[in-house]
């Protein structure tokens, strides 16, 4: 039997694609030093045709300093790069590797309702994941 070439999804392509796309938007570790300099850069963002509008406008209220609580949301696979485990991966996904936590199925440990009944196998888990966060 042949070995089998795993093609990426749609999903996956996507994933890649909006990586790409929030590399090129030049938010990079830089900080105008002068009000110029901030225009500048925003014109920049702003003549380049490979950054979609959506992007353009979200760049622009992080590099004006406008919104100061941003939240993303994304989907699986940006986490990976990040360093934290995938979720699925028979013997090394997060949920293959749940025993110690005695749960009743390994989604749980995410579940709010099980979480307000036993927060201690979020909590564990959560401080393997992200060393240093306390629980209170």
Same mark, same amino acid.
Request: one cysteine or more; glycine letters at 6%; hydrophobic letters at 30%.
């Given at each position: ?7 990426? =999804? ?17 938010? /990079? ?18 003549? !380049? ?36 485990? =995938?979720? /699925? ?21 995410? !579940?709010?309702?099980?979480?307000? /009944? ?19």
């Amino acid at each position: 039997m042949p070995p089998t070439t795993k093609k990426k =999804d749609s999903s996956h392509q996507n994933v890649d694609d909006l990586t790409e796309q929030i590399q090129n938007l030049g938010l /990079r570790e830089t900080t105008a030093a002068t009000q110029e300099d901030q225009e500048k850069l925003e014109n920049e963002l702003l003549e !380049d045709d490979s950054i979609p509008p959506h992007f353009k406008q979200v760049a622009k209220w992080i590099l004006g300093g406008s919104k100061k609580n941003i939240v993303v949301l994304s989907g699986a696979g940006v986490s990976c790069s990040a360093g934290i485990p =995938d979720f /699925r991966t028979p013997g090394t996904g997060l949920y293959d590797n749940l025993q110690k936590y005695n749960l009743p199925y390994p989604e749980a440990v995410f !579940d709010l309702n099980f979480y307000r /009944r036993n927060p201690k196998p979020f909590c564990s888990l959560a401080k393997e994941i992200w060393p240093g966060l306390k629980h209170s």
